[in-house]
């Protein structure tokens, strides 16, 4: 039987924003996906910040994604770091290649789902975990054949 | 090159280095005691003065230097600056200094490396870090340090070019074999291939043995002109050149994830190693012996791509052909490196190329002419340091 890959541990799951991150929290508090997009030239960049690197105008669109993607790279940690990581174990830092956003990718896990079922180009779509704070971090369970 | 280029203007002088402990083992000595033992043994080692040091040149932030002129008694600085970035600048450091004494701003500039991981680890150094809202992006994954990152990079590796943890696997049985005949590694009895496969998964494909030691030591080099150091107490270790920085596409590497196909299973080496070789006027082929960064065996292979010693994709089977072993064309790491004799953010290496260039290292590469030591594959900066044998 496969084990499962659990949340990774929730001390590390505290969010700090500025005013250009802050809109991506604050849709991933609604469970919406976005990600931001130039207006005037269309390239997606993520994390957000301050300029386009392509064309360095500061206007963004936050576009609603699908909340679907796949496995870019993932790793299987199962050995804890410091103390009171041990029962997050195993947990998967995946990086996701973004489905809408023109191959942009988000670190971050594949959680609840069969570690063998987990490999590269394998597709994923958001779930959301909840904090006590009220933020919401994006996670990803694999899209099973079934 | 055009003429106002720094090659063999500047020399390393002088060597010194404290024992490498095992993490904790150096106390009660502090760090900066380690740091100050090492700079008097490298001015030692050159036959000159501590009150003749007037510069110094860092990486990873540096060290305060008027602590060091405090604590050691140095009357005067008229140089002292660091890379930015962490590990990635220890080769460049050694250029920065070589920069200096080519520019005349200063004549004896010390460089300096070491650590003491018992307060903090460094596997764990993300979750030291500030939240700020730049890591918000990483640090909710779990992505605890350094090896969990480059994992994600070694696995993409695989999976594009077929590499597998039998190549790292060689890549740190080798480097093993070199530290036996080192009486100052760590790590001094033999890895065989089923002690590494029986090893545990820290962060798959990464085991235990992919990863470096945790030392506390420290390392030191003086720098000088070439013309000086002819007349001082060691042969000349000259440097042929040096490089740093790298591309937009590798940026925040490890931190960022974005970087292009073609650069993300990489170790963000390729531009530098271009500007490297071409200040120096050489080529991969007249590399004698490498000194690698090795936090991480899969990087290992990814810098041997980088510098060109084989194509890209090819870095597995390339180590495991015996090329960097003791006999093979490019013995690499040939102290035992920081993956099997101590880690000090990379000057070991510095060390180790000085010992090979001066004729004296503890497994000597036969007329060792020409040394390539790399800086750790990390944020940008990443570096590289091409030293010479004095004629």
């Given at each position: 039987m496969s084990l499962i890959a659990k949340r990774p541990?929730?001390?590390?799951a505290e969010i700090e924003t500025n005013v250009w991150t802050l809109p991506f929290w604050q849709a991933a508090a609604r469970h919406q996906f976005v990600a931001s997009r130039c207006s005037d030239c269309g390239t997606f960049r993520m994390p957000p910040t301050p300029f386009c690197p392509t064309c360095q105008s500061q206007e963004i669109d936050w576009v609603k994604l699908p909340g679907t993607g796949s496995v870019y790279s993932y790793t299987i940690v199962?050995?804890?770091?410091?103390?009171?990581?041990e029962e997050s174990l195993p947990y998967v830092p995946a990086i996701i290649t973004l489905d809408g956003a023109d191959g942009v990718r988000l670190i971050s896990n594949v959680v609840e789902s069969a570690i063998d079922a987990i490999t590269i180009d394998a597709r994923v779509s958001v779930i959301w975990q909840d904090l006590p704070d009220g933020q919401s971090l994006p996670q990803f369970q694999i899209i099973s054949d079934r | 090159m055009n003429d106002r280029t720094m090659r063999r203007s500047a020399a390393i002088a002088g060597l010194g280095y404290t024992p490498y402990y095992k993490r904790g083992q150096s106390l009660p000595q502090t760090l900066d005691e380690l740091v100050g033992k090492s700079i008097l043994a490298a001015v030692e080692d050159a036959g000159l003065s501590i009150r003749d040091v007037d510069g110094f040149a860092y990486f990873a932030g540096g060290f305060d230097t008027p602590m060091l002129m405090e604590m050691l008694g140095?009357?005067?600085?008229?140089f002292t600056a660091s890379l930015t970035g962490t590990g990635g600048g220890s080769a460049g450091a050694v250029g920065l200094a070589a920069a200096a004494v080519h520019a005349g701003l200063a004549k004896t500039i010390v460089c300096v490396g070491g650590n003491q991981q018992g307060a903090q680890r460094f596997g764990a150094i993300t979750s030291s870090y500030p939240l700020t809202p730049e890591n918000a992006f990483f640090g909710t994954s779990g992505l605890v340090g350094p090896g969990h990152m480059f994992a994600l990079l070694a696995r993409r590796h695989m999976h594009l070019y077929g590499t597998t943890r039998d190549h790292f696997a060689d890549v740190a049985m080798t480097i093993r074999n070199h530290a036996?005949?080192?009486?100052?590694?760590?790590m001094r009895t033999p890895l065989t291939r089923d002690a590494y496969f029986a090893a545990p998964l820290l962060a798959d494909p990464h085991c235990l043995f992919d990863f470096c030691l945790e030392t506390d030591c420290a390392v030191a080099v003086v720098v000088t002109s070439s013309e000086r150091a002819r007349d001082l107490r060691q042969r000349p270790v000259n440097i042929l050149a040096s490089a740093q920085g790298g591309s937009r596409d590798w940026g925040r590497s490890i931190y960022w994830m974005n970087m292009p196909d073609e650069t993300f299973a990489s170790s963000g080496h390729a531009s530098v190693a271009r500007d490297l070789y071409a200040a120096a006027g050489?080529?991969?082929?007249?590399?004698?012996t490498l000194q690698v960064y090795d936090h991480f065996s899969s990087q290992v292979i990814m810098q041997i791509e980088d510098y060109g010693f084989c194509a890209k994709g090819e870095g597995g089977p390339f180590v495991s052909s015996g090329a960097i072993g003791l006999g093979g064309n490019l013995p690499t790491n040939t102290d035992g490196g920081q993956l099997s004799a101590g880690y000090a953010w990379g000057m070991t290496h510095v060390r180790e190329a000085v010992e090979q260039l001066r004729g004296t290292a503890v497994n000597q590469v036969p007329d060792a002419a020409v040394a390539l030591v790399t800086g750790g594959p990390s944020v940008i900066p990443v570096s590289g340091l091409l030293l010479e044998r004095a004629p």
């Open positions: 541990p929730l001390p590390l199962s050995r804890a770091i410091f103390p009171g990581m | 140095i009357p005067e600085v008229r036996l005949a080192n009486p100052d590694a760590i050489i080529g991969p082929s007249d590399v004698d």
